[in-house]
């Protein structure tokens, strides 16, 4: 039996067959126990490209896009005392979509398309239900990826691929309208082709992977009116590597001291450490982990972290040293074929009615 007050829920969707595996967790060398396989083939046919998911702010709904036609969105019901899902209802989204997000708020849902260049804002009902026609759809940038927002709640970043931006939007939580800022948008310097976007804990820098640039980007944020500054950042290939690089996903540590970012061209997680005063990153480690890491996931304690191998069809636990911020390995669990999404829920906090949102992908 599961002891819910003790170590996490975790939620691993895996987009070769349509499912999400709910797992109990507490540490990186124990290994995890199944408590259910949520089969969603109903809503849309296995072998997608991804298959993205959103926690709720409070922690009591978790979202799964599902990125073949009719392009749904389903919202699961989440038990605060032994982590199972409960289906709440489907939607369909605007576009095949590679990421969505709640507001601060968890009445509204933002999602992105790729292929495509499509910005969509959909509410969400108080039963968890996301609303099957959009507030609003934007047609702006060129091959969208990713969606931050600031702990304000008041400004959206989107990561436009192909034109190396990342566009800048101011959010009315009350009407779910976007607006352009100004500017709305910023270049990134060199070879920019942002991915994957995370806030430090205290809102002050925001990280994105470049993935074809092969680095980590920072960025400081304007905390009054949203406009983001390109500072230093890092490296994340190996100074002789002569390849294509393919970055990935990023997440910082819940205390904001380390951050680790995945590549998927050496099959890498690289590990910094963070200068929190002036954002800058200086590498730690990089260590070979699960085949195609396109995803990972940091538990919320900071004790942990999950890499999904999208081609190798099962995770790796690392323990984070909490004072070098170096990976150790740990247990390895199989899941279904093409894991690439890992959300943590800690089960007193959902009991509790959640607790704030430290991070977003």
């Not at 691993?12 to 126990?33: C, F, K, R, W, Y």
């Not at 061209?265 to 200086?282: H, K, M, P």
């Not at 995803?295 to 004790?303: E, R």
Request: net charge negative; hydrophobic share 40%; charged share 20%.
């Amino acid at each position: 039996m599961t002891d819910a007050c003790s170590g996490f829920f975790v939620y691993v969707a895996t987009a070769g067959d349509n499912q999400v595996t709910v797992l109990h967790m507490s540490s990186a060398i124990e290994a995890p126990s199944i408590i259910q396989k949520v089969d969603l083939t109903r809503y849309a046919a296995a072998g997608g490209v991804s298959t993205p998911m959103a926690l709720a702010p409070d922690r009591r709904f978790l979202y799964v896009a599902l990125r073949k036609p009719p392009l749904p969105v389903v919202g699961l019901a989440i038990d605060p005392t032994d982590g199972r899902l409960s289906e709440v209802g489907g939607a369909r989204l605007p576009a095949s979509t590679p990421y969505i997000l709640t507001d601060r708020t968890g009445r509204f849902l933002f999602s992105v398309a790729n292929p495509g260049a499509t910005l969509a804002v959909n509410g969400i009902g108080g039963d968890g239900r996301v609303a099957d026609r959009a507030y609003q759809v934007l047609h702006v940038g060129h091959k969208l990826h990713c969606i931050a927002i600031d702990e304000s709640n008041r400004f959206v970043y989107v990561s436009s691929t192909d034109d190396g931006q990342i566009l800048q939007f101011r959010f009315d939580s009350a009407t779910g309208r976007l607006e352009p800022n100004h500017p709305a948008a910023i270049t990134l310097a060199g070879d920019g082709d942002p991915r994957h976007m995370v806030f430090s804990p205290d809102g002050r820098f925001l990280y994105v992977t470049t993935e074809a640039g092969g680095r980590v980007a920072c960025f400081a944020v304007d905390r009054a009116s949203g406009p983001l500054a390109e500072v230093p950042g890092a490296a994340m290939m190996p100074a002789a590597f002569a390849g294509h690089p393919a970055t990935a996903d990023l997440h910082l540590t819940p205390d904001g001291r380390f951050l680790y970012a995945t590549e998927r061209a050496l099959n890498r997680i690289v590990a910094y450490q963070v200068d929190r005063e002036s954002g800058a990153l200086a590498e730690i480690e990089a260590s070979v982990t699960e085949a195609v890491p396109r995803a990972f996931a940091i538990a919320p304690d900071g004790g942990f972290l999950l890499v999904a191998g999208e081609a190798s069809g099962q995770l790796s636990a690392y323990a984070i040293d909490q004072v070098s911020g170096r990976l150790e390995k740990g247990v390895e669990i199989t899941t279904g074929p093409k894991p690439n999404w890992i959300e943590f829920v800690e089960p007193a906090a959902a009991a509790e009615g959640g607790s704030p949102i430290t991070s977003f992908r």
